[in-house]
């Protein structure tokens, strides 16, 4: 057993939560000292483990209430919606920060995000000895092999979406001009 001041300090949460999730009944300790203060099980300790899991994954707590009495199918389904959410809230943060580099239109501006953009990722590729030539090929070649993720990366590097059209339609112009090399002939 465990008091409820050596479990908060355990799992480096204040009392004040645990006081919190007993009073909404997420986590009630099964045991109280002669003194009445809360006593928690081994058990007990898990689901407070647990919850704190679901919590750091930001579902809210009604939701981890009923997730912790479903089967575990219901757990991993939760989880998945949340990361749609996050994909979703990413995907709405990144245009609002698209957007406002845009109007700024400044490299302080962009170095002060500290993302990786269309001149540090160009930079990395020359320096990695990559000529204009092997940049179009490799626009090409992702292009062809997975558009909709082409279409992210250019996204993530916060190019304009004119210009992100102009690189997927010369890409395109290219993989069509180039047909796959098929790695089994192992033709020059």
Same mark, same amino acid.
């Given at each position: 057993?465990? /008091?409820?001041?050596?479990?908060?300090?355990?799992?480096? =949460?204040? %009392?004040?939560? $645990?006081?919190?999730?007993?009073?909404?009944? &997420?986590?009630?300790?099964?045991?109280?000292?002669? /003194?009445?203060?809360?006593?928690?099980?081994?058990?007990?300790?898990?689901?407070?483990?647990?919850?704190?899991?679901?919590?750091?994954?930001? &579902?809210?707590?009604?939701?981890? %209430?009923?997730?912790?009495?479903?089967?575990?199918?219901?757990?991993?389904?939760?989880?998945?919606?949340?990361?749609?959410?996050?994909?979703?809230?990413?995907?709405?943060?990144?245009?609002?920060?698209?957007?406002?580099?845009?109007? $700024?239109?400044?490299?302080?501006?962009?170095?002060?995000?500290?993302?990786?953009?269309?001149?540090?990722?160009?930079?990395?590729?020359?320096?990695?000895?990559?000529?204009?030539?092997?940049?179009?090929?490799?626009?090409?070649?992702?292009?062809?092999? /997975?558009?909709?993720?082409?279409?992210?990366?250019?996204?993530? &590097?916060? =190019?304009?979406?004119?210009? =992100?059209?102009? =690189?997927?339609?010369?890409?395109?112009?290219?993989?069509?001009?180039?047909?796959?090399?098929?790695?089994?002939?192992?033709?020059?």
């Amino acid at each position: 057993m465990e /008091s409820i001041g050596s479990l908060a300090k355990r799992f480096g =949460i204040a %009392r004040s939560t $645990l006081l919190h999730y007993d009073r909404i009944g &997420l986590l009630v300790p099964s045991e109280r000292s002669k /003194s009445g203060y809360r006593l928690y099980t081994a058990a007990e300790a898990l689901r407070l483990e647990r919850i704190l899991e679901l919590r750091k994954a930001g &579902l809210a707590l009604d939701g981890i %209430r009923d997730l912790l009495e479903a089967e575990h199918g219901a757990v991993q389904q939760a989880l998945t919606l949340r990361l749609g959410e996050i994909n979703t809230d990413i995907e709405r943060l990144r245009e609002q920060q698209r957007f406002i580099l845009g109007v $700024l239109r400044s490299p302080e501006a962009q170095a002060f995000v500290g993302i990786m953009n269309k001149k540090h990722w160009t930079d990395l590729l020359r320096a990695s000895g990559f000529s204009e030539q092997d940049m179009v090929r490799w626009h090409g070649e992702f292009e062809r092999s /997975s558009p909709d993720r082409h279409q992210a990366f250019l996204e993530f &590097l916060c =190019i304009p979406v004119q210009e =992100i059209e102009g =690189i997927r339609n010369w890409a395109r112009r290219w993989a069509r001009r180039n047909p796959p090399c098929d790695p089994a002939q192992n033709t020059p």
